[in-house]
């Protein structure tokens, strides 16, 4: 069985500073994604990643693949407070014709003035 | 951009009463939608993979004559909770995926919460 697993759960930081949020995966997956969700609300797609060592970059979220070690990073630079909401990485279950993900457990981000 | 929408946004249901949600893919043919579950302040959990067409498959632990799914076309697609109990409130999220699109890409509709009273 697929296992997703973030940490940290819970982050509290303050406006302008960096952090980094961890995502593991027990099982070979190619694709990787980060979503963003905000109180009551659904998910905004952030990335996808789709190989060993890939790297992308919006404003001030960077996010990386390692396949090898089953691990994804999402760095957060210069924090602000727009950026507080609930992260959540996803792994393929299948690489088959259909995406079917499985979420990590979420990291509740809180940045602080 | 693709859009997925889900009808309706919240719902508020009798216990014992049974609730159908629809979701639909407006500006893309999709012949595999998915549904999920969140729980407060859980992550989302895969409930049943939507084919058009054909029956569902439903993951582990999910109770296919309690969630029933009907993928009648190639943009609709829909939840119905039957007999529903107060257990079944939840956030309940569908995605597509674009039949004519890289298979990575989901589209995740704005959700639906539904309380059981």
């Known amino acids: 069985e697929l296992k997703v697993e973030q940490n940290p759960l819970f982050l509290s930081m303050q406006e302008g500073k960096n952090y980094t949020i961890y995502c593991n995966y027990s099982?070979?997956?190619?694709?990787l994604y980060w979503y963003r969700q905000d109180p009551g609300k659904s998910l905004e797609s952030l990335f996808v990643?789709?190989?060993?060592?890939a790297v992308k970059q919006e404003g001030r979220l960077m996010a990386s693949l390692d396949t090898k070690a089953r691990l994804s990073t999402l760095h957060i630079t210069a924090a602000v407070h727009d950026l507080s909401a609930t992260y959540f990485c996803?792994?393929?279950?299948?690489?088959?014709?259909?995406?079917?993900?499985?979420f990590g457990t979420g990291t509740r981000l809180q940045v602080t003035l | 951009g693709a859009v997925v929408s889900q009808h309706p946004s919240r719902v508020i249901c009798k216990s014992g009463t049974s609730v159908k949600i629809e979701c639909r893919s407006l500006d893309f043919q999709a012949t595999t939608m998915f549904w999920y579950r969140q729980f407060p302040k859980q992550s989302l959990m895969l409930m049943a993979t939507?084919?058009?067409?054909?029956?569902?498959?439903?993951e582990q632990g999910v109770e296919k004559d309690k969630f029933l799914i009907n993928h009648a076309s190639l943009t609709l697609s829909t939840l119905t909770v039957t007999s529903a109990h107060p257990e079944d409130s939840s956030f309940y999220i569908c995605s597509a995926r674009d039949s004519l699109g890289p298979v990575y890409e989901q589209y995740f509709g704005p959700g639906t919460r539904l309380t059981v009273t």
């Open positions: 996803a792994v393929d279950k299948d690489t088959g014709t259909a995406s079917k993900l499985t």
């Open positions: 939507s084919n058009e067409g054909s029956k569902a498959t439903y």
């Open positions: 990643l789709l190989s060993n060592g």
């Open positions: 099982t070979t997956s190619d694709r």
